[in-house]
């Protein structure tokens, strides 16, 4: 358990202790994860200082955009798109050069093609949602020896593939629509139609931009839509992965995913609803394990992951919490997934 300032918080952080008003009412509870949307709240109540779990701070989070960076980007491109209507366009541009910031500032990491990043399972908005998978589609395409005029145009589609929904009144956050059904199902399914009718006569924006906006939700066998093609470009199926990705881990439009749970589904359809390179390229990159997630290992053993192992995402390094009696493990107990060959993960615990 370790003492922290709420400023210094970056979201995600475990309780230790339960965070109570001056009379002892209770705000939160000890366990409850501190999201990044509560620390202002907090602020307002007067909460300067809060006990968070320890184990949780020693992790070796790494991460494609910064937390300030992603926040900022994020910022601009909400007041872009919620400035925008269907028939006023202008605004939009903007977020060209928006996208060519992403690319400078992934590209500006000497060894960003070596890391693995913790890509976590988390709740989201469309803002959000846009720029993750912007940041996740620029990477593979980089990995993939894509021109690089060509990622400006997946990053531009990318931040306005769902700009559809703005036209749709479907609401897709924390939502698996298929058990809604019905209208709204139906409604959801037309948004990347909606997206590229309001942009399809922009002279500014790419081709291959539009059809980003158009192909985002189409699949290899044909079982996407709206017009469940198996002709789908090779640049859209690389936003079709990060895209259904991020979808799963955040629970936008469907339920939400463990990050292993999405890996594995990737894995199985890969070849046939997703394209097999690029799923391999996506996953060279994407920790199975992130930093942060407890684990039980086949020893019994209750574990934190704390950092990843480059070409090894389902064999990070774990710090051992609790032995498999239940007890507390003393001081810190590091182990090499790579190194102990008849250790591995069992199984995540929330």
Same mark, same amino acid.
């Given at each position: 358990m370790i003492k922290k300032n709420l400023k210094d918080l970056k979201g995600n952080e475990i309780l230790a202790k339960p965070i109570m008003t001056w009379d002892y009412q209770i705000i939160?509870?000890?366990?409850?994860? %501190?999201? !990044?949307?509560? +620390?202002? /709240? +907090? $602020?307002? +109540?007067?909460?300067?200082?809060?006990?968070?779990?320890e184990d949780e701070e020693k992790t070796n989070e790494i991460v494609i955009l910064k937390s300030e960076v992603q926040d900022s980007i994020k910022k601009k491109v909400q007041d872009i798109l919620e400035r925008h209507t269907? /028939? /006023?366009?202008? *605004?939009?541009?903007? +977020?060209?050069? #928006? @996208?060519?910031?992403? %690319?400078? =500032?992934i590209l500006d990491e000497d060894t960003v093609l070596e890391k693995v990043f913790d890509i976590k399972e988390?709740? #989201?908005d469309i803002y959000e949602h846009s720029i993750n998978i912007c940041s996740l589609a620029i990477l593979t395409a980089i990995k993939l020896n894509i021109d690089r005029n060509v990622i400006h145009d997946i990053g531009v589609g990318?931040?306005?593939?769902d700009i559809g929904l703005r036209y749709s009144t479907s609401d897709v956050i924390n939502t698996d629509i298929n058990e809604v059904g019905g209208q709204a199902l139906s409604?959801? !399914?037309? /948004?990347p139609i909606y997206g590229y009718s309001s942009l399809k006569d922009e002279e500014?924006?790419?081709?291959?931009? !539009?059809?980003i906006i158009l192909y985002h939700h189409e699949r290899m066998d044909g079982s996407g839509f709206p017009l469940q093609t198996k002709d789908i470009p090779f640049e859209c199926m690389i936003v079709n992965v990060c895209d259904a990705f991020d979808e799963m881990i955040c629970g936008i439009a469907?339920?939400?995913? !463990?990050?292993?749970? @999405?890996?594995?589904? &990737?894995?199985? &359809?890969?070849s046939t609803k997703f394209n097999d390179k690029i799923v391999d390229t996506f996953l060279e990159f994407t920790a199975v394990y992130p930093a942060g997630t407890k =684990?039980?290992?086949?020893?019994?053993?209750? @574990? =934190?992951?704390?950092?990843?192992?480059? *070409?090894?995402? $389902?064999?990070?390094?774990?710090?051992?919490?609790?032995?498999?009696?239940?007890? *507390?493990?003393?001081?810190? =107990?590091l182990k090499n997934l790579v190194l102990i060959h008849n250790l591995f993960i069992e199984r995540v615990v929330d």
């Open positions: 939160m509870p000890q366990g409850a994860s %501190i999201k !990044k949307e509560y +620390l202002d /709240h +907090l $602020d307002e +109540l007067g909460i300067t200082e809060v006990f968070v779990r269907y /028939h /006023h366009n202008q *605004d939009l541009v903007e +977020l060209s050069k #928006t @996208a060519d910031s992403i %690319i400078s =500032v988390r709740s #989201t990318c931040l306005l593939h409604d959801y !399914k037309k /948004h500014w924006i790419s081709e291959l931009s !539009k059809k469907c339920r939400q995913y !463990k990050v292993h749970e @999405a890996i594995e589904f &990737f894995r199985s &359809f890969k =684990v039980i290992t086949n020893e019994g053993e209750l @574990a =934190v992951v704390v950092s990843q192992n480059k *070409d090894f995402q $389902d064999r990070p390094i774990i710090r051992i919490i609790k032995d498999k009696n239940g007890n *507390d493990v003393e001081g810190e =107990v």
